[in-house]
């Protein structure tokens, strides 16, 4: 049984983007802290199929997936977008865009 529910994620993941949201995305900018919660919440409640079992395969279409997701918990602290920007001049990074990726923002 997981220690945690799913009201845990949420709230943490509502404190932590009220904090991240104040954060400016420089060069020395790190999601630390959120990723420590997505290992201790992934480690408590990991993702495993329901309808088959234990299995080392890949999952299947009739696979029925429970367990912490951790890109829907980065996604809900603010850090991943479920839609990237088009806009973003760097691609790939931790964190929403900002000004520094996207010019035309007005961070």
Do not use: W
Request: contains cysteine; negative net charge; aromatic residues 12%.
């Amino acid at each position: 049984m997981s220690r945690y529910t799913k009201e845990h994620y949420e709230d943490v993941a509502r404190i932590l983007r009220k904090y991240y949201s104040g954060i400016s995305y420089g060069p020395d900018y790190s999601p630390g802290i959120a990723r420590d919660f997505v290992d201790l919440f992934a480690a408590d409640n990991p993702k495993r199929c329901t309808f088959h079992g234990e299995h080392d395969t890949g999952y299947s279409e009739d696979c029925k997936i429970t367990g912490f997701d951790p890109k829907q918990f980065l996604e809900a602290c603010g850090l991943e977008s479920a839609q990237p920007d088009p806009r973003c001049e760097v691609g790939s990074h931790d964190g929403p865009c900002t000004s520094a990726c996207v010019p035309e923002r007005r961070d």
